[in-house]
């Protein structure tokens, strides 16, 4: 099992940008396509962003295109979230999770999850 650990999340204006950071440990994830997710109280679990193993392909929810770019680290072990021009829309818990199998944009894909960290983006 790996165990994801989320960070950078924060209070921020719209237009702004932040970086979040997801660290593994417990295995190496360089095998695993890694995604990114975020939910707001009272709604599903949203897909965000993925990328493959090997960074060669990656994917983004329509929200996301154009603002927001995930990267990875396969030698440290880390996934990276840089978003910019920030919206209150975006204001939301983000999930860092490894996919194990199934749809890339399917949240019952994905069996390890991080705590989650908080983005909120003020209007």
């Known amino acids: 099992q790996v165990t994801l650990v989320e960070s950078g999340g924060g209070l921020v204006p719209a237009g702004d940008s932040l970086r979040l950071s997801c660290a593994a440990s417990g295995r190496t994830i360089s095998r695993y396509t890694m995604g990114w997710f975020r939910q707001v109280p009272g709604k599903e679990r949203e897909f965000v962003t993925a990328v493959s193993w090997n960074s060669g392909t990656t994917y983004y929810a329509d929200s996301a295109k154009g603002r927001f770019t995930i990267s990875r680290d396969n030698a440290k072990n880390t996934v990276s979230l840089q978003m910019n021009n920030l919206q209150p829309a975006d204001t939301a818990v983000y999930y860092c999770?490894?996919?194990?199998?199934?749809?890339?944009?399917?949240?019952?894909?994905?069996?390890?999850w991080g705590q989650g960290t908080q983005v909120t983006v003020s209007s």
């Open positions: 999770a490894a996919r194990w199998l199934g749809t890339v944009t399917d949240v019952r894909g994905y069996n390890d």
